[in-house]
């Protein structure tokens, strides 16, 4: 049995549906697991099975309280055709390495591999802990996570859901797909900030005691779709044992060789999931972290100090434009030796003064991390040479991964096979992606650029980009930071 508690020194235990139901632990803090469990089956035994039963295999160490049977109906529901391929999550080979394609999904970003299923996990929870109050999943985006939860959760019955978007600060195609959003119980709102205004916003509203008692009134509880929540992180952690099992598979390792995992990263959700893969039993050497300009992840690991006193860049990897990433904290408690007192104390000091440092024996318990950054031009550039030298096409946040790769490869000589997470698709991010290959093309609407990328890549626009090409604007609202509480109650008494 594993169990959860707070990063922050609530000492008491939830079980997995209770945190996945909660979200954030009542003191602030996010949930960890009490212990990481071993794989129980062998890498050979995995490599013989398809997604859905490593889903299913990986899942069920961490998810304790679910039965089987749950687990598998989750499962079931979330990896069927709303991906456009049956593999889910296939890899390409390009550049010296395996990019791990976790778009395609019904959003066409990584999200979509634990959004899928966060609403299943979420309403089993709910019917588990004999919940009887309407579950409002509150959420944060900085452009992928919105639309993905969005669409796990529209017309989810005994659900509604909030998202809040930087209104400048994401693509023209995230936008679009989100202010489109159907369904009677979604609520999509812009505001005048940034990400890290909406993350720390939503923290806000989560930790504030009389809206939670407001919401209790009303039959309402908060929940979270953000990565701080584990129902994300824990599917997350299933495809990297795939990618894993399937260069097994395809002989291109042996088993028990060493990988090397590359992850564009923002609130650190992503690579943590690898992280915990790790402490799995999975065999990963380095855990190489990407970040583009923001590139406060880089500075922590080069230096043991974390500082988010600095200028917001808006990149051309919005995904990834964050200066506070959540997740960090769930790694800082296991260096601390899952010490919650200290993990709190560190945190106190981030809030407080925007940094904190940690100790020597501390950095030395961050040895198998790696950290990179790639600037705007050599992200473009990465692009460009990657399709130029392979005919492959990936979206910027992918190519700050590249980029960070070629880069590492290079300087280290380190020649371990890598698999790099591809975290979405070009399409997505159509204006970029074209400026890199198609420099000249001009035009000031991002689906005429997409018909021009499909036309000189031959990649077909995926459905979920033409499905909104004309779709009706849905949501209109724009909001300031500090009116997002009375957005919230607004919605939720209409
Ligand atoms: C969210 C996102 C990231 C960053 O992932 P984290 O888990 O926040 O580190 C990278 N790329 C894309 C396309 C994303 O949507």
Request: glycine share 8%; with cysteine.
């Amino acid at each position: 049995m594993v169990t959860y508690s707070s990063t922050r020194g609530d000492k008491h235990k939830y079980t997995a549906s209770e945190a996945i139901l909660q979200g954030l632990a009542p003191d602030g803090g996010l949930f960890v697991p009490d212990h990481v469990p071993g794989l129980d089956r062998s890498l050979e035994e995995l490599a013989g099975m398809d997604y859905r039963s490593v889903a299913y295999e990986v899942m069920k160490l961490l998810l304790t309280d679910y039965t089987e049977e749950e687990l598998r109906s989750c499962i079931d529901a979330a990896y069927d055709d709303k991906f456009d391929t049956g593999e889910i999550a296939p890899m390409a080979e390009a550049a010296d390495a395996y990019f791990l394609e976790l778009y395609h999904g019904a959003t066409i970003a990584f999200k979509d591999m634990a959004l899928s299923i966060l609403p299943h996990l979420m309403t089993t929870a709910a019917r588990k802990n004999k919940i009887h109050n309407e579950i409002v999943i509150l959420t944060a985006t900085s452009g992928d996570t919105g639309k993905a939860a969005l669409a796990g959760f529209a017309d989810v019955p005994g659900t509604r859901i909030i998202v809040f978007y930087p209104k400048d600060g994401v693509s023209p195609i995230q936008k679009q797909q989100m202010v489109t959003q159907t369904g009677n119980n979604t609520f999509v709102v812009g505001i005048n900030g940034n990400f890290d205004n909406a993350q720390t916003g939503v923290k806000k509203l989560f930790a504030d005691k009389e809206l939670g008692e407001w919401m209790g009134e009303h039959g309402l509880q908060f929940s979270s779709a953000n990565s701080i929540n584990i129902g994300r992180l824990v599917p997350q952690i299933v495809y990297y044992v795939y990618a894993y099992t399937r260069l097994l598979k395809e002989e291109r390792i042996k088993s028990g060789d060493l990988i090397n995992i590359v992850v564009p990263t923002g609130n650190f959700g992503n690579i943590l999931a690898a992280y915990y893969a790790r402490r799995m039993g999975l065999p990963v050497a380095k855990l190489i972290c990407a970040s583009n300009e923001n590139k406060v992840l880089f500075d922590f690991f080069k230096t043991g100090t974390y500082d988010r006193n600095r200028e917001f860049i808006l990149t051309s990897s919005p995904s990834m434009d964050i200066l506070i990433s959540s997740n960090l904290e769930r790694l800082i408690y296991h260096i601390c030796g899952d010490d919650a007192d200290k993990c709190r104390s560190l945190m106190e000091q981030l809030a407080a003064s925007g940094r904190y440092e940690i100790t020597d024996e501390m950095r030395e318990r961050l040895d198998m991390f790696e950290g990179g950054f790639c600037d705007e031009k050599k992200t473009l550039r990465t692009i460009e040479d990657i399709y130029g030298s392979y005919g492959y096409l990936i979206d910027t946040h992918t190519a700050v991964a590249a980029g960070v790769y070629a880069d590492y490869r290079a300087g280290s000589g380190d020649d371990t096979p890598t698999v790099i997470a591809s975290t979405a698709s070009p399409y997505k991010f159509t204006g970029s992606v074209l400026a890199a290959i198609d420099p000249d093309y001009r035009s000031d609407d991002d689906f005429d650029k997409a018909d021009r990328l499909s036309e000189i890549s031959k990649v077909p626009i995926p459905s979920a980009v033409k499905d909104i090409r004309n779709a009706e604007i849905r949501h209109k609202t724009v909001c300031e930071i500090d009116e997002m509480e009375s957005v919230v109650k607004n919605f939720l008494e209409a």
